[in-house]
């Protein structure tokens, strides 16, 4: 499985997972300039992005720790031009689904409130 399908794959798990724990997808892969939110959803209220990190392996650490402080600021740029532009109220939460995907095993770990907008 080369790098696009990988995380594609783990997409799709992701959006399987939150939708049988009660999320409702909004958007996925929401592009704006450079940059992208893999999925927008909404649960009790929330409006909640969610960044997925899918790796094979844990050899370089947990998917999740390559979510740099970078990355987190772009999805956080992303998320209010989507707000504005679809005039959304709710209050925003920032979640991270990070999945290992490979012949073996299959681990995901939904981590929320995972990041917080800078002031």
């Given amino acids: 499985m080369?790098?696009?399908?990988?995380g594609?794959?783990?997409e799709n798990l992701a959006v399987n997972h939150l939708t049988t724990?009660?999320?409702?997808?909004?958007?996925?892969?929401?592009?704006?300039k450079h940059s992208?939110?893999?999925i927008i959803c909404e649960k009790d209220g929330l409006l909640v992005v969610v960044e997925v990190k899918t790796r094979n392996s844990n050899a370089l650490g947990k998917p999740y720790q390559s979510v740099t402080i970078a990355k987190q600021r772009r999805v956080i740029k992303v998320a209010n031009h989507y707000i504005q532009l679809y005039k959304r109220e709710e209050e925003v939460r920032f979640d991270i689904v990070?999945?290992?995907?490979?012949q073996n095993r299959m681990e995901l770990e939904h981590i929320e409130n995972a990041f917080y907008p800078l002031v």
């Avoid at 080369?2 to 990988?6: D, G, K, Q, R, V």
């Avoid at 724990?21 to 704006?32: A, C, D, P, S």
């Fill in 2 to 6: 080369n790098h696009i399908e990988l």
């Fill in 8 to 10: 594609t794959s783990g």
């Fill in 21 to 32: 724990k009660g999320y409702e997808i909004v958007e996925r892969n929401f592009r704006w």
């Fill in 36 to 38: 992208e939110i893999d």
């Fill in 98 to 102: 990070s999945i290992i995907l490979n």
